[in-house]
């Protein structure tokens, strides 16, 4: 695969849209990967910290409600 901005071969792929991008090109973003709710009825997620990030797409600031899951 070639990275998605200068077309030389990709080092990885974002982890928000699956773009593949080389090392020039990448940069880093936290992702939520589980959100549950703890003991006490806390909400907490697990979260990476350095996620790769294509830095072309655009990842949600704020929650999306997600109707068909009810």
């Given amino acids: ?9 990709a080092h990885g ?9 080389c090392k020039a090109h990448a940069q880093s973003l936290p992702n939520i990967l589980a959100l549950y709710t703890g003991t006490g009825g806390v909400k907490k997620a697990i979260v ?19 109707k068909e899951l009810d």
């Fill in 48 to 66: 990476v910290g350095n996620a790769l990030f294509c830095g072309a797409c655009s990842p949600n600031e704020t929650p999306v409600e997600m």
């Fill in 1 to 9: 695969m070639n990275c998605w901005h200068c077309e030389r071969p």
């Fill in 13 to 21: 792929t974002c982890a928000f849209c699956g773009r593949a991008v």
